[in-house]
């Protein structure tokens, strides 16, 4: 599957973006789909992740504020980030995998995007 990642931008503490990523080849309803983000000089982190079946999942630090979401028929997965402050500040990065041997285990994701920018001002 390709996957295309946009919508960054910037964006002032304590506002909103939301993200989006195209997916085109195989059957878009079978994946996980995944969002990451890799600030400067930091490693890749996971951010969250939805199954086929919708079930969600985020890591600690975006908890409450971010939400993810898939529409099939739009072979589409959404971020939808608020209340955003400066330490979010990354290139995230939209993925899929088939199977997943952990939640936000990066090497389980076989797919990527090309990753978006999005900078929070304080």
């Known amino acids: 599957v390709q996957l295309q990642a946009f919508g960054g931008g910037l964006v002032q503490a304590g506002g909103s973006l939301r993200l989006s990523c195209a997916a085109s080849g195989r059957s878009f309803s079978g994946y996980i789909m995944g969002w990451f983000r890799q600030a400067p000089g930091k490693e890749r982190e996971f951010v969250a992740a939805?199954?086929?079946?919708?079930?969600?999942y985020y890591s600690d630090s975006v908890k409450g504020r971010f939400t993810i979401s898939r529409d099939n028929a739009k072979n589409t997965v959404y971020l939808q980030m608020n209340s955003l402050k400066p330490e979010d500040t990354a290139v995230y990065y939209c993925a899929a995998t088939t199977t997943l041997s952990a939640v936000g285990r990066a090497a389980d994701f076989g797919s990527w995007g090309q990753g978006t920018l999005v900078t929070v001002s304080s």
């Open positions: 939805i199954s086929w079946s919708g079930n969600t």
